[in-house]
């Protein structure tokens, strides 16, 4: 893959990841098996209060096409198919739910040294049509998030951001909910040999005046295990422990507990998934 500025997604990631990835107050469980042609099956179950909710997923690769296929509970087929790079630094993403006659969409990625493209157009009538793109390197980077609504005539989102990197920080600022919201976040590495990170991530809404900060940090206990936490504004803190027992085979636990409300109950999270 092209060394470039990435794709407007990637714009924030680092922090996004750091303060809310594998954070979860359900229970989750997830297997993956290989058949002997190499075809992975992956079956997940999900455990929110009294609601279970699964799904059974096939992936396929064959050369350069992946096709993905998922059943949930709800009996929805989903089929997403990806050609990576018919072309130097292009994606082509198809993707369809079975029943929703009205879900097929149309994706193109394309990255380059010095901008990434990203652009998908519904397979309906009336289509909304979906652009990103960010110019720049892998220093600084400039770019937008637009949705455009084919049958209002109006744009659905509006955004656009701004990213600095350097080897051990990246900084983030982005514009989102057309004008309204605010979000600036950090993320620095203090040491690479233990993966010990701080981040941060402050959030303003102009049509409410209000602030949410959340800051958070991870580390390496050995190897196989790390942990985290982070806390916001609002007195909600979290931390975690994840603990790789086999290659690609994860174990986590997770807790949330309100500062303010020291006397309710703690939120606890638990995701296994093993793969051979």
Same mark, same amino acid.
């Given at each position: ?88 630094? *292009?994606?082509?993403?198809? %993707? ?7 879900? =097929? ?5 394309? $990255? /380059? @040294? ?106 390496? *206990?050995?190897?196989?295990? %790390? ?7 609002? =007195? ?5 422990? $994840? /603990? @790789? ?32």
């Amino acid at each position: 893959m092209v060394k470039g500025p990435g794709l407007y997604s990637d714009i924030g990631k680092k922090a996004r990841d750091l303060l809310y990835k594998d954070y979860q107050s359900d229970h989750k469980f997830t297997v993956t098996t290989y058949t002997s042609t190499g075809v992975a099956i992956t079956s997940t179950g999900i455990k929110k209060g009294e609601l279970f909710l699964a799904d059974v997923s096939t992936q396929l690769k064959n050369k350069n096409i992946t096709t993905d296929i998922k059943v949930d509970t709800n009996s929805n087929l989903l089929t997403t198919v990806t050609i990576d790079e018919p072309a130097p630094g *292009l994606k082509t993403i198809f %993707s369809f739910i079975v029943p929703d006659q009205r879900s =097929g969409k149309v994706e193109l990625q394309y $990255q /380059h @040294e010095y901008a990434g493209i990203s652009t998908g157009i519904g397979l309906t009538a009336n289509p909304i049509v979906n652009f990103s793109g960010v110019i720049g390197n892998n220093v600084v980077s400039l770019g937008t998030d637009l949705a455009f609504d084919t049958a209002s005539g109006n744009f659905n989102k509006l955004n656009a951001g701004l990213s600095y990197t350097q080897s051990d920080l990246i900084a983030s600022l982005t514009v989102n909910d057309k004008g309204d919201t605010l979000n600036a976040s950090y993320y620095h590495i203090v040491s690479p040999l233990t993966s010990t990170a701080v981040g941060a991530e402050l959030s303003h809404s102009f049509s409410t005046n209000e602030n949410t900060l959340t800051i958070g940090t991870q580390h390496a *206990l050995d190897p196989l295990t %790390s942990v985290k936490a982070r806390v916001n504004n609002y =007195g909600r803190a979290s931390a975690l422990i $994840q /603990h @790789e027992w086999r290659p690609k085979s994860l174990f986590t636990i997770s807790g949330e507990v309100d500062t303010r409300a020291i006397e309710k109950s703690a939120k606890i999270g638990l995701a296994l998934a093993l793969k051979p």
